[in-house]
């Protein structure tokens, strides 16, 4: 077949797996007919009209020179690591251009693909030692300014590769920790993608965001997410060497990763926000368990083993009815769903038994919190439970909720958060850090240092403001108490009237959006 057929009977697909480098177009120049084209061909903008400008060429070729044209373009392309293009003409090897199967997978998944797959360091370093990539395959990859821009790029260079190049990328992806990326190509493994509620949670927020709450800096959790597996070593030291160097831009980064991690990943990211005392960072991605203890009240004299006969009959009655969402519990799953919170769990306790509640959010658990405090919840449980047993001798429910679960749980308020990012200017000059001051106030051990070791006093305190805005609410008002035990009351004084404006300035907007 001549040159002129070959490429009218293969245009598709030789426009789609071409890769026009400076290399091979470099070695165009040497071929008879095609080098006068070169330069046209250069200026295209884009790789697609490059390629049909190189296609047009080889078939406007003349008759009598077309065989020598089409050797010297089999041989660039064969020079330049397009082996598999180069069998189109002449078949020498095994290599195929991408089938139209993997092609196909790769397109349809490709937006979906670039949300999670990381293609720096681990990955595109395989890539090159397994020869899929070139080193100006991974400049062009680099030169691209974030993940899914890079994902994008990767994707975009591996559907002019060979067919073998997809099956080894799935290899590598599974290799390089990311096997929930090659589950969105194969749907094979046990891995799987974030879920798009928790990715959400991740990367978006209101204006009083995760990444303003979450401690990276001072905190050991890039350290605890790479023990864990969830970050490489790369990506910690990644996060780690962020220019400037902020909690901001720290959690910004690390917030950006983990969003692009596996489900199971994503459920040691909540474990490692725990286990660095960020409980109240947890609430605001999963919610809240709230764990309360149910005891029964019984008419006076009641024997006691009548007591533990009745609540085992009422603990397996409250289950059942809440499992089938009978007509029974349909006004306590009314109350709690019109503040977001459901009931997740049943279970008999040591002297009593215990109702897990889950709040969805930050603001559902202020609701619960209330609807407890206000006895509400204690009202809806017993109207709902004791009828049924009331010839029994039940007369009510007693529901006992530790008040640390709310706190622990509670993050910065915005207010407070705002006062303390306020003041830090005026406190530089009117506070000091002394050991008496921080052992007044709950510090882990490495954000104790973190603070000890500033350079300056003004680093000192800018550390401690830092640290105390991004952990739960109580800190706010510890920190005040901690001021005034240590006599430093000027220090508090500013505090607290930053605190007063902020509250007075809020209640003046939403006056004037009333009026409006």
Do not use: W
């Not at 797996?17 to 330069?39: E, T």
């Not at 991408?98 to 979906?112: C, F, N």
């Not at 899929?132 to 300014?145: L, N």
Request: aromatic share 6%.
């Amino acid at each position: 077949m001549t040159l002129k057929q070959i490429t009218t009977d293969n245009f598709s697909s030789l426009l789609r797996s071409i890769d026009p480098s400076l290399d091979l177009l470099g070695r165009l120049r040497s071929v008879a007919f095609v080098k006068d084209r070169v330069s046209s061909i250069k200026e295209q903008v884009t790789v697609d009209d490059k390629n049909d400008a190189l296609l047009d060429a080889l078939i406007e070729a003349p008759d009598n020179i077309q065989k020598s044209v089409m050797n010297g373009f089999v041989t660039a392309l064969r020079f330049s690591g397009q082996d598999h293009v180069a069998n189109i003409f002449r078949s020498e090897s095994s290599k195929v251009i991408m089938s139209d199967e993997h092609y196909e997978l790769l397109s349809t998944k490709r937006r979906y693909l670039c949300k999670f797959m990381n293609p720096r360091d681990e990955l595109m370093n395989c890539l090159l030692s397994r020869k899929i990539f070139s080193e100006t395959d991974k400049r062009k990859v680099s030169s691209k300014p974030g993940l899914d821009e890079m994902a994008d790029e990767t994707i975009d260079i591996l559907l002019r590769k060979s067919d073998d190049a997809f099956e080894q990328f799935i290899d590598l992806l599974r290799e390089t920790g990311q096997s929930h990326v090659a589950y969105i190509l194969t749907e094979k493994g046990k891995s799987r993608p974030l879920k798009d509620e928790h990715r959400r949670r991740l990367l978006s927020g209101p204006t009083d965001c995760v990444v303003k709450k979450i401690d990276s800096k001072h905190s050991s959790l890039v350290r605890t997410l790479m023990s864990k597996g969830v970050f490489s070593s790369s990506e910690a030291q990644r996060v780690s060497n962020v220019q400037p160097d902020t909690n901001d831009n720290r959690n910004e980064l690390t917030l950006d990763l983990a969003a692009r991690k596996s489900q199971s990943d994503f459920l040691s990211f909540i474990s490692a926000l725990k286990e660095t005392g960020q409980t109240h960072v947890v609430v605001e991605l999963i919610g809240a368990d709230i764990v309360a203890k149910i005891k029964t009240v019984y008419e006076p004299g009641t024997p006691a083993s009548h007591v533990r006969y009745v609540d085992a009959e009422l603990l397996k009655y409250m289950k059942e009815m809440f499992q089938r969402n009978s007509d029974v519990v349909r006004k306590v799953n009314s109350v709690l769903a019109h503040r977001r919170v459901t009931v997740s769990d049943i279970r008999e306790g040591c002297t009593d038994f215990e109702i897990t509640f889950t709040c969805e959010n930050v603001q559902s658990l202020h609701e619960f919190q209330h609807l407890h405090v206000s006895g509400e919840l204690k009202s809806v449980l017993s109207t709902t439970f004791c009828p049924h047993f009331a010839k029994r001798g039940l007369i009510s429910l007693k529901v006992e909720i530790s008040e640390s679960q709310f706190v622990c749980y509670v993050p910065m308020t915005s207010e407070h958060r705002e006062a303390l990012v306020s003041s830090e200017k005026s406190l530089v000059y009117r506070m000091t850090v002394s050991h008496k001051l921080l052992d007044k106030l709950s510090l882990c051990e490495r954000r104790r240092e973190s603070i000890e070791s500033a350079s300056t006093r003004e680093q000192q305190v800018k550390t401690l403001i830092d640290i105390v805005s991004r952990q739960c609410d109580s800190a706010f008002t510890q920190l005040l108490d901690a001021l005034n035990d240590t006599q430093q009351t000027e220090a508090a004084d500013v505090i607290s009237k930053n605190i007063k404006n902020k509250i007075k300035s809020k209640t003046s907007e939403l006056k004037k959006t009333c009026l409006k």
